[in-house]
């Protein structure tokens, strides 16, 4: 009899043990899940780079719609120079019926270079400088 009290002691001490230890490994969970919430809510992170603030979300917008605005204005062309049938208009090189930025050139005169967008005619001419190709003999 008493062999099979302590085989029948043995497994119950043991699925007790279990039992207790489960538990205590419950209690435990429950208070590290506690412990770090207090924490998180106490840490403050300086800068997270995956975080966009509302902050930088407007000025991102401001700077978006501040090109979008720059990129409408158009600049009108400067004529730098004539070389026989060309112009040299805003850094490169064009002939007629071509185009440069919106217009388009219509003709080319020897001191000046006519240029059309839409219904807008226009006229650019070349930048009264004597000196502009001056040899050493000549000064």
């Known amino acids: 009899?008493?062999?099979?009290?302590?085989?029948?002691?043995?497994?119950?001490?043991?699925?007790?043990?279990?039992?207790?230890?489960?538990?205590?490994?419950?209690?435990?969970?429950?208070?590290?899940?506690?412990?770090?919430?207090?924490?998180?809510?106490?840490?403050?992170?300086?800068?997270?780079?995956?975080?966009?603030?509302?902050?930088?979300?407007?000025?991102?917008?401001?700077?978006?719609?501040?090109?979008?605005?720059?990129?409408?204005?158009?600049?009108r062309p400067v004529l730098t120079m004539i070389l026989n049938r060309s112009a040299f208009i805003d850094g490169r090189w064009v002939k007629e019926k071509e185009r440069i930025a919106d217009y388009r050139v219509m003709k080319i005169n020897k001191d000046s270079v006519v240029l059309k967008r839409k219904n807008k005619m226009i006229t650019l001419k070349l930048p009264i400088d004597r000196h502009l190709l001056v040899t050493k003999e000549e000064r």
Request: proline residues 4%; glycine residues 0%; positive net charge.
């Open 1 to 75: 009899m008493k062999k099979l009290t302590l085989f029948m002691t043995i497994p119950l001490c043991l699925m007790a043990n279990t039992q207790i230890v489960k538990e205590i490994d419950a209690a435990l969970n429950q208070l590290q899940i506690e412990s770090a919430k207090k924490v998180s809510k106490n840490l403050r992170v300086k800068y997270d780079p995956f975080f966009i603030s509302p902050v930088h979300k407007q000025t991102k917008m401001a700077v978006k719609r501040y090109h979008e605005v720059r990129k409408t204005i158009s600049h």
